[in-house]
């Protein structure tokens, strides 16, 4: 985290250069102001400063700083700071986390109701260090609010290209870089009401080292102050030596070179970091004094400017390694007294102590929570590094670690991790009974996955551990440690993807799930209730049996739900919206559609905000649309960054998707060999055809007629003995001539059920459209006329009389019209949007 150099005085006195003022005056002018800039420019001092004049009492203390703490918990500080204001739209705002492109819509009009009843400024200090995908939408959609007494201030480090969403808005006032300099008048007020009396040869050199920056011009004042003359040095390096290290103690230098290592500290942290019991008094003092340190009050936590603190850990590095160790290991500390354990995990590596990092309370949820952010490859040099002899005393963090190492495709160091199990239950020394009961169950659990997918096999082992762990809690039932809050779907709206396993085996695999769901269910406590119902509901849907995929999704969405298991919940979601693209019913397409997003609203966790992302994803997609598709989708890469790894081949799925829809056809060809071997590797049946199908159907685009019905042949020899019609179908009319091509090879009628699916979705799929963006209806605006009116239950003849056509003109149009929406009937016809 960096902070400003402050331009405040002592006495109280602040410098603003003329220009810069005039700027921050024009706040009051806008809904919202963004200052950017980089890190030392004196932003947050400026108009913190500039806030705290006493025409602006009212904006003192509304203020938020990000700390890079997790999205999360800095989306709760924006609601509490729009809280100081209107309590309401908080509460609305809070429900909108994660923001996304999705719902900046629905942001935005949070703010457009906000009431505020007298001049306020809302300040976002760091904004640069919240992780959002949009941060540029996100200013956008804050500055949507139409109060002139609330002005929305964000204060940040230069963001990347936002086009011009911001920089280029009407309603949105912008200072830069270039407005914080000073000039050669204003530097020399800053130096004389600093205590130095500079000469104008002063003034030139000052102004000339520094060009205007004012960490410069302070620490030549400050030097000033304390020496009576200004240093002559070469660079930045050079003056912070002359004029701050110089001149500190000796346990100062040595307290500020071990809280240089954290981004910031509260008072309890740099107690720990200078190995007192608290903080003392004289160091405070010198914390709130210094320019070059801030405090954040809405932190209750001390920032070290980045000047400074690159200067300091530059000296850090030179300091004799007993005193270097003993400094990381009180960073350390620190960390995990704040309950940041990776941070603290990373200081003990630095020591190699990896007792004292295998002693962190993680759990399966910290470790979720943190998998963006390269935690598993931290744990995979952990156990490289520790002994066989250290990690065995800790046989609980090893199935931790397995466990997310499996999820990893990490499979050299889970075998590794499960060899050493099996090392401490075969000789478990003076392990209590109860735990060594535990461990051999949640290692049997652990073991259940070295046979995934196959249900029988997994099943086997799910039993064995339901006995162990029975045991261990006395009969109770179990409750395993290993999952967190991984979904049991490892984070893809899809059973059906995870477990058809073989072409021709679907019925089997159905039936398996159902015999076998159970007993997982009541070895997890909950976990997975009601994926076997899911899973048939998916393998109807596939089948084009759209009652009992709508009967058996509102079942599995009642089980999940009582059992907490969103991930499931979002997968009979999508299974609804999915029919209601099927059957063109707009209305229904929409209602599902909010329904899931408001699951990332009801659940933090960062797993349920990605799988929110994917449905709502896999919809666009499935509609043709690619505008909103989130930027983790678009590369291969950042796919297998964000979804664990049984998940990979149902994400690349969707990114061949992408790739055919947008025609790059190349890059499709170069991706779908390679994620086909994955899917075939990991036994995942859906992923190979829908591959297939793009080949086919990529091909055909580009005439290339030879190769797309070789791929198409592919696709039918693995759909066809399962039934499995939906995915052709995902191409609406334009798979219907390749198909008709294909019949002879089929057995003539065979294809039928996927040519009449194909024309059901390629209707639904305008109709869905029709109603939700009328620019993709398949109708002419004539022909919507007509449509409308014949839904009403007008005859041909009323038609054409109120359209001024002929009554053969109106027939005419309607048989065209039903052809087109696939309908068959005017009551089929009022069912439909168009």
Not at 140 to 160: C, D
Not at 408 to 433: H, K, N, T, Y
Not at 540 to 558: D, F, I, P, Q, V
Request: aromatic share 10%; with cysteine.
């Amino acid at each position: 985290m960096q902070k400003e150099a402050n331009p405040r005085l002592r006495g109280g006195t602040c410098v603003f250069p003329g220009h810069l003022r005039a700027l921050l005056e024009r706040m009051s002018g806008y809904p919202l102001t963004v200052v950017e800039a980089p890190s030392g420019f004196g932003k947050t001092t400026a108009v913190r400063e500039f806030l705290r004049e006493t025409v602006r009492t009212n904006s003192s203390g509304n203020w938020y700083t990000c700390f890079g703490e997790r999205p999360s918990k800095a989306w709760e500080g924006f609601c509490r700071l729009l809280g100081t204001v209107d309590m309401e739209a908080a509460q609305k705002l809070k429900r909108l986390f994660p923001p996304s492109v999705e719902n900046l819509p629905d942001i935005a009009a949070v703010l457009g109701q906000c009431r505020c009843d007298g001049e306020t400024f809302l300040v976002i200090d760091n904004y640069q260090l919240f992780e959002t995908d949009i941060p540029c939408g996100l200013i956008g959609a804050f500055s949507a609010h139409a109060n002139e007494n609330l002005h929305m201030v964000f204060i940040t480090q230069p963001l990347p290209s936002c086009g011009g969403d911001i920089r280029h808005s009407g309603h949105i006032h912008r200072l830069d870089t270039k407005d914080f300099f000073f000039d050669r008048e204003s530097t020399a007020r800053l130096c004389r009401l600093s205590g130095a009396d500079v000469s104008e040869r002063d003034l030139d050199y000052i102004q000339s080292v520094s060009e205007g920056w004012v960490s410069a011009i302070l620490l030549q004042a400050s030097n000033f102050r304390e020496t009576g003359s200004f240093a002559r040095v070469p660079d930045m390096e050079s003056l912070i030596e002359t004029a701050v290290w110089n001149r500190m103690p000796g346990e100062t230098r040595t307290f500020l070179m071990g809280a240089s290592l954290l981004d910031s500290f509260t008072p309890r942290q740099g107690a720990i970091v200078g190995g007192w019991p608290v903080l003392p008094g004289d160091v405070t003092r010198m914390l709130r004094s210094s320019f070059f340190i801030s405090y954040i009050a809405d932190k209750s936590a001390y920032s070290i400017h980045s000047i400074l603190k690159e200067y300091l850990r530059k000296q850090f590095e030179n300091q004799p390694p007993a005193l270097a160790d003993v400094l990381i290991r009180r960073a350390g500390d620190a960390c995990r007294d704040a309950s940041d354990y990776f941070e603290a995990a990373k200081f003990y590596m630095k020591l190699r102590d990896c007792d004292a990092i295998l002693s962190l309370p993680f759990t399966g949820k910290y470790l979720n929570e943190q998998k963006e952010k390269e935690i598993i490859g931290f744990l995979e040099e952990l156990v490289s590094k520790c002994s066989e002899d250290t990690l065995r005393r800790y046989p609980f963090a090893l199935l931790l670690f397995a466990f997310h190492f499996l999820k990893s495709g990490m499979r050299d160091r889970f075998s590794r991790m499960v060899s050493l199990l099996r090392g401490i239950i075969a000789g478990p020394g003076d392990l209590p009974q109860e735990d060594l009961s535990r461990l051999k169950g949640e290692t049997a659990l652990l073991l259940s996955f070295t046979e995934f997918n196959d249900i029988a096999k997994m099943s086997a082992f799910h039993r064995e551990a339901f006995a162990h762990l029975s045991s261990a809690e006395g009969g109770a039932y179990p409750r395993s440690v290993i999952f967190g809050l991984t979904p049991w779907t490892f984070g893809i709206p899809s059973v059906l993807s995870l477990y058809w396993n073989r072409t021709g085996g679907l019925d089997h695999a159905l039936d398996l799930m159902d015999e076998c769901m159970p007993w997982y269910v009541k070895l997890a406590a909950g976990h997975g209730t009601g994926a076997e119902v899911m899973m048939r509901a998916e393998a109807h849907l596939c089948r084009g049996e759209e009652a009992e995929a709508e009967t058996l999704s509102h079942k599995a969405l009642y089980l999940a739900r009582e059992a907490g298991q969103i991930s499931l919940c979002l997968c009979a979601e999508l299974v609804l919206a999915r029919l209601a693209i099927l059957r063109g019913d707009g209305a229904a397409f929409g209602a599902v559609r909010e329904n899931i997003a408001r699951y990332r609203k009801e659940s933090p966790e960062r797993a349920i905000a990605r799988m929110v992302e994917l449905c709502l994803a896999v919809l666009d997609l499935s509609l043709g649309k690619t505008e909103e598709i989130p930027g983790w989708l678009r590369e291969a890469e950042s796919i297998r960054k964000v979804l664990y790894v049984q998940g990979h081949p149902y994400g690349l799925m969707f990114f061949a998707r992408l790739l055919f829809l947008e025609k790059r056809y190349p890059e499709l060809y170069g991706m779908a060999e390679p994620a086909m071997e994955m899917a075939a590797g990991m036994k995942y049946e859906l992923p190979r055809l829908w591959m297939l199908l793009h080949l086919a159907a990529a091909k055909k685009e580009e005439g290339r007629d030879a190769a797309a019905m070789e791929y198409l042949g592919q696709a039918l020899r693995a759909a066809m003995p399962d039934r499995m019609y939906l995915p052709f179908a995902e191409f609406g009319t334009s798979m219907v001539p390749l198909l008709q091509a294909a019949k002879n090879g089929f057995g003539g009628n065979a294809l039928e059920p996927v040519i009449a699916l194909c024309r059901r979705g390629g209707a639904g799929i305008s109709s869905v459209l029709a109603r939700i963006e009328p620019k993709y209806s398949l109708l002419t605006p004539r022909e919507r006329e007509i449509a409308l009116l014949a839904r009403e239950r007008l005859t041909a003849a009323e038609i054409g009389s109120r359209l001024f056509i002929s009554e053969n003109t109106v027939k005419s149009a309607l048989k065209l019209i039903y052809s087109k929406l696939d309908v068959h009937s005017r009551s089929e016809l009022a069912k439909k949007d168009f």
